[in-house]
């Protein structure tokens, strides 16, 4: 059984720095492209990076030169390191794998259906 496990969400003001963590268990890690999403009250999911097993990465352009998506396939660990933060970054952020469909995956990274397994979430709030 899948299980992704997010943590390192917290409080910072605007300009601070957080590196989110997802452990993954129950899946041969390196079998699967990887990303990280949020959702913030009253607005849609949307994907914010990407990485796949070449460590080929992708990013929304409104977090592109601030976060830093990574993996270490030996731990089995997923992680986004958020830097500049800013208040509109104020979100429930999720860690979401997949591997059924690595075409459809390399033309929407930012499709939510490209993605099987999913971890709780972990909240993230910035202040100004």
């Known amino acids: 059984q899948v299980q992704l496990v997010e943590s390192g969400g917290g409080s910072v003001q605007a300009g601070g720095s957080l590196r989110l963590s997802c452990a993954a268990s129950?899946?041969?890690?390196?079998?699967?492209?990887w990303a990280w999403f949020r959702q913030a009250p009253g607005k849609e999911r949307e994907g914010v990076a990407t990485i796949d097993s070449a460590a080929r990465t992708s990013y929304a352009d409104s977090v592109k030169g601030r976060f830093t998506i990574s993996q270490d396939n030996t731990k089995n660990t997923l992680y986004l390191q958020m830097n500049s933060l800013k208040p509109e970054d104020t979100a429930m952020y999720y860690c979401?794998?997949?591997?059924?469909?690595?075409?459809?995956?390399?033309?929407?990274?930012?499709?939510?259906?490209?993605?099987?397994?999913w971890g709780q979430g972990t909240q993230v709030t910035v202040s100004s």
């Open positions: 979401a794998a997949g591997r059924d469909d690595y075409y459809f995956y390399r033309s929407h990274p930012f499709h939510s259906g490209a993605y099987t397994s």
């Open positions: 129950g899946i041969t890690y390196s079998t699967y492209y």
